[in-house]
């Protein structure tokens, strides 16, 4: 598929534009399929249009099988280290890093040397804690990607805004579904291959960074997992707390500690199936901690 013909986020690719060169790893997070490995392929168009050679740019996305042996953080980095371009910059991008078990060790090597230029993506906020954090550490700026916003979602679909309201609230944001033939048979199996790839291998990538952490509880119960992402979905936009997901679990005959829900909660947010609203105290001007939506 041409670039040309896919969905053009211009927000965020002149986000991309504006920290152009600039020494600092740019890392764009989002739910899949929100649009960042269409968004890198349309940045590097624009690099092409403005003067930087194929040469120059490296693009490597670790869902492409013909990729699968650099997954090793060595072997990536050797790979990488000899296409670096001698007297030019080198515009690497790094989709869906979080496959590569310790790549802040590849990043933060090549973060050191002169003329590089580094973007990575990932499906996972997990990604921006740990060893990445502390290695990177006032080295990274992150672009959080979204679905289309509403304004988008018209631009694309050419409609009304009344009935464009409808239909964005029927389907939602995702780009692909604004330009497909959208039969509610073919939606509902989209919409359910994502929730179910982002359910199990966002969530399992992330639990597989987690390892190195033994402190950290293990997502093992995806049943679990699947019951609390729809008690969430049911109460989208009301006050929610750990302690009224425990209560719910536990009238339905789910017998589940605090913590176990709160580390499923995080397992949800931190994959951007949700995201929490936190309550703010506008006379004080301080986040509340309690009952975010």
């Not at 080295?139 to 509403?150: A, D, G, Q, T, W």
């Amino acid at each position: 598929m041409e670039v040309i013909a896919l969905v053009k986020r211009k927000e965020y690719l002149h986000r991309l534009i504006q920290w152009k060169d600039e020494q600092l790893i740019k890392v764009v997070t989002g739910i899949r399929r929100c649009g960042k490995s269409t968004m890198l392929m349309q940045y590097q168009e624009w690099l092409k249009d403005n003067n930087i050679s194929d040469e120059q740019i490296i693009s490597i996305n670790f869902e492409d099988l013909e990729y699968e042996e650099l997954q090793d953080y060595q072997k990536l980095y050797d790979y990488l280290k000899h296409r670096l371009c001698k007297g030019k910059m080198t515009y690497i991008f790094l989709d869906e890093i979080q496959k590569v078990p310790s790549f802040e060790k590849v990043v933060d090597s090549l973060y050191i040397k002169a003329d590089v230029d580094i973007y990575i993506t990932g499906s996972n906020a997990y990604m921006l804690s740990g060893d990445l954090a502390t290695l990177l550490t006032g080295r990274y700026v992150e672009i959080k990607m979204l679905p289309l916003s509403f304004k988008e979602f018209l631009e694309i679909c050419k409609m009304d805004q009344e009935r464009g309201l409808t239909e964005y609230m029927r389907v939602g944001g995702l780009p692909y579904i604004a330009t497909m033939n959208r039969t509610q048979e073919k939606l509902e199996t989209y919409l359910e291959g994502i929730y179910n790839t982002v359910i199990v291998k966002d969530i399992e990538d992330r639990q597989a960074r987690k390892e190195k952490s033994p402190e950290k509880r293990k997502i093992s119960d995806i049943f679990l997992l699947k019951t609390i992402a729809k008690y969430l979905s049911g109460v989208i936009g009301n006050p929610i707390s750990v302690r009224s997901i425990t209560d719910y679990l536990s009238s339905n005959g789910r017998k589940i500690s605090p913590n176990t829900v709160s580390d499923y909660v995080e397992a949800l947010t931190e994959s951007f199936i949700f995201y929490s609203a936190e309550r703010f105290d506008i006379v004080g001007k301080q986040l509340l901690k309690a009952n975010r939506k």
